[in-house]
């Protein structure tokens, strides 16, 4: 069936380091894949998203690109800020009309 | 424009009381959906919704009742609660079936059983 794996955290980073989170998926057909975001004591929220093989979503400084030969769509920042602390959820869009996330990963930034 | 509103925010239940989660979305979404947050294992679908009168089960629906009556409003009944079920849950809604749309989220409710 479909599924979404991404890198275990806690991931804690310098303020200005480059990030990446690893997501790899499987799925049938070309499904869209998505990034969302949750900061404490908030529900989640659509950070970006890519409906189709090597697109790139992005939003806030964060990319992401579709590569349907890796099936991934790693999660990537030039520079963080402290406020980028968070836990963020990969996504992909299977059939029936359900979104099914991974995990979660945490990002902890220090100043 | 307020989105996606969740009642309560917390809640306390002993085991084998009922209660009501409250959702309720002013965007006109045909969409809404159920997930429950548990630690390591991300969200989970609980029940979903494609329209008013229209619901499905998603991955883990047992011990949950939904109904969709109208279009704004997607309630989720717990019949008789259970310590597992201690769990944030979080309300969602989309414009969309397709894949091209993402969804907007509630803040959740913190739910302990006891």
């Known amino acids: 069936g479909n599924s979404v794996t991404q890198m275990e955290g806690p ?5 200005e380091a480059f990030l990446t989170i690893n997501c790899t998926y499987t799925a049938t057909g070309y499904p869209s894949l998505f ?4 900061y404490p004591g908030e529900g989640l929220q659509l950070l970006l998203k890519a409906t189709k093989a090597d697109d790139k979503g992005s939003n806030k400084g964060f990319e ?12 990537e920042k030039g520079s963080v800020q402290v406020s980028d602390s968070a836990v963020y959820f990969c ?10 996330f991974g995990s979660g990963t945490r990002l902890s930034i220090r100043p | 424009n307020a989105g996606v509103t969740q009642t309560p925010k917390f809640q306390v239940l002993k085991t ?9 979305q002013d965007m006109n979404h045909e969409y809404m959906s159920w997930y429950r947050q548990d630690p390591g294992m991300g969200l989970r679908l609980i029940h979903y919704s494609v329209g008013a009168g229209i619901t499905d089960q998603g991955e883990v629906p047992n011990g949950y009742n939904v109904s969709r009556s109208t ?7 717990l019949l008789s609660a259970a310590p597992s079920q201690t769990s944030v ?18 803040s959740g409710t913190r739910l302990t059983v006891v």
């Open chain 1, 35 to 38: 990034w969302y975001v949750q």
């Open chain 1, 91 to 100: 996504a992909l869009y299977s059939s029936a009309s359900k979104i099914i």
């Open chain 2, 16 to 24: 084998g009381q009922s209660m009501t989660l409250q959702c309720a």
């Open chain 1, 64 to 75: 992401a690109t579709y590569r349907k030969e890796t099936t991934s769509f790693h999660l």
């Open chain 2, 89 to 106: 849950y979080f309300c969602a809604s989309s414009q969309g079936f397709s894949g091209g749309y993402g969804y907007t989220f509630g």
């Open chain 1, 11 to 15: 991931v804690t980073l310098s303020e």
């Open chain 2, 71 to 77: 279009t704004e409003d997607f309630p989720l009944r």
